[in-house]
């Protein structure tokens, strides 16, 4: 999976605040009914909201690990339109797109 150099570095500056960043992580997933895909693309509408390029691409990628389809993905990014608005939509449809043309 692809990682940014950032992310990387941090990682290894960091080791213990990453262990239990992704333990955190583990166990939030672990709390709850949602299966794998439906909380990948939760997160990427969580994503969106917070205009983070990183974030929504990372997402995007996760749920298409989890099997959610291109359109689903694109659909929980239009979901976003009313609540976030139309450029942080636009905005985040785009860096969807890049992680689609590469998949």
């Known amino acids: 999976m692809y990682l940014p150099k950032i992310y990387e570095n ?3 500056k960091f080791p213990a605040v990453i ?3 992704k333990q955190l992580g583990q166990s939030c997933r672990a709390a709850g009914p949602l299966d ?8 990427l509408g969580i994503a969106v909201g917070a205009n983070s390029k ?6 995007t ?3 298409l690990e989890s099997g959610a389809t291109p359109e ?7 979901l976003a339109l009313t609540t976030t ?3 942080n939509m636009i905005a985040a449809l785009g860096w969807v797109e890049d992680v689609l043309s590469q998949a």
């Open 61 to 63: 990628r996760k749920a």
């Open 54 to 59: 990183g974030a929504v691409m990372s997402s």
């Open 85 to 87: 608005g139309f450029p």
């Open 19 to 21: 262990k239990d960043f």
């Open 36 to 43: 794998p895909k439906a909380q990948d693309l939760i997160k």
């Open 72 to 78: 689903e993905i694109t659909h929980a990014v239009l």
């Open 10 to 12: 941090f990682s290894d």
